[in-house]
């Protein structure tokens, strides 16, 4: 039992480390001209789609209503955003390897800051996207943002918008689970 913390912590930072194979969020867009629907994917690094044309198509549709263009190589975010993991994975593993309850703890509750720092940061950034119209739009609504949800499914005119966490973000909520138990198992055993 006192290396289970250990072990929970190396499956932890594995699990946070799939985040560099997998995208951490994506965003659907489904209408009557696309009954397939559009699907856009955030990495990390980088954002793609579900086909060569997605990010293009988007970025047509967006010009219509005066939404910015999304440009992944303005995305600043795109760029430090794996270091921020590399060296959270870093921490995970001298947690691991020292194997103290405090350090445990503390690994977790970074995770969990930082985990929610990049979710208040893609909330500004959608709602950025959003809000800020060109006053030159071809079409223009009245009062009418479009914003994606942070989680969910939302209607912006005729699309329907679902934004759900990708195969890295599940991994990603998984790592940070397995943090939290881990802290909690060394808490439990160092008392015992």
């Not at 072990?7 to 994506?26: K, N, S």
């Not at 988007?58 to 005066?66: E, F, P, Q």
């Not at 020292?98 to 208040?120: M, R, T």
Request: hydrophobic letters at 50%; a positive charge; glycine letters at 8%.
């Amino acid at each position: 039992m006192k290396t289970a913390p250990r072990i929970i912590t190396i499956l932890a930072v594995a699990c946070l480390m799939m985040l560099f194979f997998y995208p951490l969020w994506r965003i659907t867009l489904i209408a009557p001209q696309y009954p397939d629907g559009v699907t856009m994917y955030i990495w990390i690094n980088k954002i793609t789609g579900d086909s060569p044309g997605t990010l293009q198509n988007i970025n047509i549709l967006n010009h219509y209503v005066g939404m910015k263009h999304i440009e992944p190589d303005s995305i600043p975010e795109l760029t430090y955003f794996p270091w921020v993991v590399g060296a959270l994975g870093l921490l995970g593993l001298i947690a691991a390897f020292v194997n103290k309850s405090g350090l445990h703890l503390a690994w977790a509750v970074v995770f969990l800051v930082l985990a929610a720092l990049g979710i208040y940061d893609f909330y500004l950034w959608e709602y950025d996207y959003g809000h800020n119209l060109s006053p030159t739009a071809p079409i223009k609504v009245p009062g009418m943002s479009y914003q994606p949800p942070l989680f969910g499914s939302k209607m912006l005119l005729n699309f329907n918008a679902i934004s759900y966490p990708g195969t890295g973000g599940i991994f990603m909520g998984i790592s940070m689970f397995l943090a939290f138990v881990a802290w909690w198992i060394k808490r439990k055993t160092a008392r015992s």
